[in-house]
């Protein structure tokens, strides 16, 4: 009997080297892996996911560590984020013990918790990563628990962004669970991760998604975005759906073994890219 498409689906999925995410609210979206928030989350798309997260809508003081298990708890949310700072490391700590310990009290719900990573100007992701860990020690708790997330890099170059995850992984080791916000879909990318598939273990890559809905491009197997109006009217969110589907699963095909390599970018172009590679021994 002939596979179907689900199968092929999840082979994908299963084999892929690092996990993408992706931040929508389409409840008829089937893609497994999503981010959401409290103020833009579905039940319906957290009872089908693998994995939801519950994220925190970073920049927005209004939603804090009790809004998040709130609607955590709601949907079912598999994993929370504490409602971290942009740049500020002392904050971004002392709301990570908290949302353990709002966490801790609750009875009927036992999410995972992401501890995140900022840097500023006196700590790097790793001197973050040296703070929270005696932190949470003290309070009873071990970083290596625990999902670490890198954020606050979305501005930065794209070697800069590489160098925070090779110093971040060699200073954890490769049991530790990296997860990397801000992260851009280039061919460059693509090329690192294929060659250095242990640096972070998923990633969100929301824009690529973002940029079906309201930029109208889509991302070629090229890596190229190009234009690419759809027609609006009755039932047309389907086929935005099917599109965003698409360039996720096409993401997670080149994260893993089964893409002919000539097909498929391995070539890194960007110089320092590859001095960083180099310089950490990928």
């Known amino acids: 009997m002939t596979r179907g498409q689900d199968y092929y689906r999840e082979t994908i999925l299963d084999d892929a080297w690092v996990t993408v995410f992706t931040a ?66 002392e904050m971004t700590i002392e709301r990570t013990i908290d949302m353990l310990s709002l966490v801790e009290k609750e009875e009927s719900y036992d999410p995972q918790v992401v501890i995140p990573l900022q840097q500023d100007d006196e700590h790097t992701h790793v001197e973050h990563y040296e703070r929270v860990a005696a932190k949470l020690w003290e309070h009873g708790y071990d970083v290596s628990d625990y999902i670490i997330s890198v954020g606050g890099v979305k501005d930065a170059a794209s070697h800069e962004q590489l160098r925070i995850l090779c110093e971040l992984r060699e200073r954890v080791g490769e049991d530790q669970y990296i997860h990397g916000l801000g992260f851009g879909a280039t061919a460059n990318w693509i090329a690192t991760l294929r060659r250095a598939p242990t640096l972070v273990d998923s990633i969100d890559m929301s824009s690529v998604v973002q940029d079906v809905v309201n930029a109208k491009k889509l991302l070629t197997p090229d890596m190229e975005r190009v234009d690419y109006k759809l027609p609006r009217g009755q039932n047309s969110t389907v086929l935005s759906v099917m599109l965003r589907e698409f360039v996720l699963y096409m993401m997670m095909y080149y994260l893993g073994p089964h893409p002919n390599e000539k097909d498929v970018p391995t070539e890194i172009t960007n110089e320092k890219m590859k001095s960083v590679l180099n310089e950490y021994g990928y």
């Open 24 to 89: 929508t609210n389409t409840a008829m979206f089937t893609y497994p892996y999503v981010l959401g928030n409290p103020e833009e989350c579905s039940p319906t798309l957290a009872d089908i996911s693998r994995t939801y997260i519950m994220d925190s809508k970073i920049g927005d003081d209004a939603v804090g560590n009790e809004r998040v298990i709130e609607r955590g708890k709601d949907i079912g949310a598999d994993i929370v984020v504490p409602a971290d700072v942009i740049g500020d490391v």
